[in-house]
């Protein structure tokens, strides 16, 4: 059902991943740079596969897991996704996921949607704890975490197999009452 609404950011709108997202989903997840340290699903190879995202996101009984997709306000395109997944709704905590395009980096729009995504979770969504699984050597997505306040909580080694080689995560979290807080200081 993917129903969580749009949310609109200075530059960007986040809007829901849509069923006609297929074309943009394959070319943007089947971009090496964009994949390369995402391993907790198969690589996206082909469009069926790309189809077989939209229609996990697209068709989920409840609103939740969900994708938005990242919109640039100064001319439509899409640059990227994120989302909140893996949830536990009795613990109220989630995972969160995001991706730009490489044309799209080094620019801060990763930075402008997931402060309004964790806003969003935390305020309207009653979460508690957001957590983040990042490949050891991801170092633009550690920055980005540390920058939005996500402690570091560990390493869960040999997390993710790819090609026949296991690789470590680091585990990251925010939650709800150091967000508030972080917010109540104005950053
Ligand atoms: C992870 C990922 C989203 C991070 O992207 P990013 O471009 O570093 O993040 P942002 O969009 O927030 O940009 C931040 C950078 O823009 C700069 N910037 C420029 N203008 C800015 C502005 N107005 N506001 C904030 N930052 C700005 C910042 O200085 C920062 O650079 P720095 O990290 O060198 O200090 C990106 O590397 C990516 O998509 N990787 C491939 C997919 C992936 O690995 N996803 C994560 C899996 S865990």
């Known amino acids: ?14 809007r829901p991943l849509a069923a006609d997202d ?8 089947s971009d090496p740079e964009v994949d390369r340290f995402l391993l907790d699903d198969d690589p996206v190879r082909t469009r069926e596969a790309a189809q077989a995202i939209v229609d996990f996101y697209v068709g989920a009984p409840g609103p ?7 919109e640039r306000l100064s001319d439509g395109l899409a640059i990227g996704t994120c989302g909140l997944h893996n949830w536990v709704e009795r613990d109220r905590r989630c995972e969160v996921g995001y991706d730009l395009v490489p044309g799209a980096q080094g620019q801060g729009y990763m930075t402008e949607a997931l402060s309004a995504v964790l806003a969003f979770g935390f305020t309207r ?4 704890r957001i957590e983040a699984i990042v490949h050891v050597d991801n170092a633009a997505s550690l920055r980005l975490l540390s920058r939005l306040r996500f402690q570091r909580e560990g390493v869960l080694r040999d997390l993710h197999l790819r090609d026949g080689v296991f690789h470590d995560h680091v585990v990251l979290s925010l939650l709800a009452r150091d967000w508030t807080v972080a917010e109540n200081q104005g950053r």
């Open 1 to 14: 059902m993917n129903a969580f609404p749009s949310l609109t950011t200075p530059r960007l709108r986040l």
């Open 22 to 29: 297929a074309d943009f989903v394959f070319a943007h997840f």
């Open 64 to 70: 939740t897991p969900n994708r938005w997709v990242l």
């Open 125 to 128: 969504l009653g979460l508690n």
